[in-house]
């Protein structure tokens, strides 16, 4: 079973970066997909970026595109996103999780606690 955690959230004033990661524990993360999901309170989780670990292909929300990068390790067993021209609109708690690909409506297992990421006017 692949165990997600993700790490690397914070308090950040706007215009600032942060990098989020998904670490991967019991084996790598081939032949599926890492998405990163975020919820803030009183909206619906919103899906903002996903890569594919089989080919590498990645999808954006418009609302990050041009300012978040998603990767993957080359041992494939962490996903980053690296996160720039922060808005506060962007904080959120951010969780990761896998999915069979990219667009697929289902995760596997469950949501874990995620990280915060607070930006500040």
């Known amino acids: 079973e692949v165990q997600l955690v993700e790490s690397g959230g914070g308090l950040v004033q706007a215009g600032g970066s942060l990098r989020l990661s998904c670490a991967a524990s019991?084996?790598?993360?081939?032949?599926?997909?890492i998405g990163w999901f975020r919820r803030a309170p009183g909206k619906e989780r919103e899906r903002v970026s996903c890569?594919?670990?089989?080919?590498?292909?990645?999808y954006y929300a418009d609302s990050v595109k041009g300012r978040f990068t998603i990767s993957s390790s080359n041992a494939k067993n962490a996903v980053y996103l690296q996160m720039n021209s922060l808005k506060p609109e962007d904080t959120a708690v951010y969780y990761c999780?896998?999915?069979?690909?990219?667009?697929?409506?289902?995760?596997?297992?469950?949501w874990g606690q995620g990280t915060q990421v607070t930006v500040s006017s």
């Open positions: 999780a896998r999915q069979r690909f990219c667009g697929a409506t289902l995760i596997f297992g469950s």
């Open positions: 019991g084996r790598t993360l081939d032949d599926y997909a």
């Open positions: 890569i594919s670990i089989s080919d590498g292909s990645t």
